[in-house]
């Protein structure tokens, strides 16, 4: 499994574990009706799972099975699936450390942080997508089969 | 698959009935249509290719623990279906015992998830030299 996939499943799973937490305290509100409070951790909840996990756990399996190139030797332009992990994160990161930032500095650095989020993670889905885009063809493999 | 199925249909019926939202009813499962799609269909097939193509924990022990594997299939279905039910019926007609079983919902899905991520840490790595 090549680094990057070990990053993406990592950092993936690392999510999805942290991310099911504010989702069952959720749900334990519902049930019992105790501490209204932890329906502020719905945001947390949805983008930790869906961006954070989900979404990651997905592309570092497709980053390590998609076709490769030059008989297997290549997976194409690298930089562009690590820019795409690294924006990725730094989108997760701003998202989870929004609220602190609002304590701290104001509504006007919450804003400046959602938006950055938001365009990291466009960033993100534009470079794997530019990554990944040639590798989705037939193997090698199905390409030799005589026809 | 059949939670994608199942999740669809009522994704579908949800959104034919779109004009008749101010029904308690519709609103109420909107939650467990999400669910449906995104724990019972998204997540388990994550899981289930995961478990099945990752790289094996050793050769004794290719999933490491099959019994965890298990737990994590048992907890994660028996959470959501409990969830699938309870929840709609809590919301319409809340009652003492069964707001509890919303509660063991959360713990059997939460304990799936930790345990499935335990159980896969240790199968992502490169190739054994």
Redesign the interface.
Known sequence: ???LS?CF??VG??C??IG??P???I??Q????WFPVFWVLLPAHTYL??IGG?SQ??LG?CYW?FPRFDGGASRGNTTLAWCSYITLNAALGLVVLHPLLQELYGDVAAEVTFVSAGILQGCAALTFVWHIWPRIRPSATVARRPG | MLYFLCGFVLGGLLLSTLGWKHQAIFGVLQPVYWHLLVVGWLMQCIFGVAYWMFPPFSKDQPQRSEPLGWFTYGALNLGLLLRAVVEPWHSLSPQAGVGWLLVLSAVLQVAAVWIFVINTWGRIRGRRR
Do not use: D, E, Q, S
Not at chain 1, 30 to 33: D, N, P, Q, S
């Open positions: 499994m090549p680094t070990r499943l990592r799973l690392l999805l574990a099911m937490v989702g069952g305290l749900l334990v519902k049930g019992t009706g799972v869906l989900l756990c997905t399996v099975i």
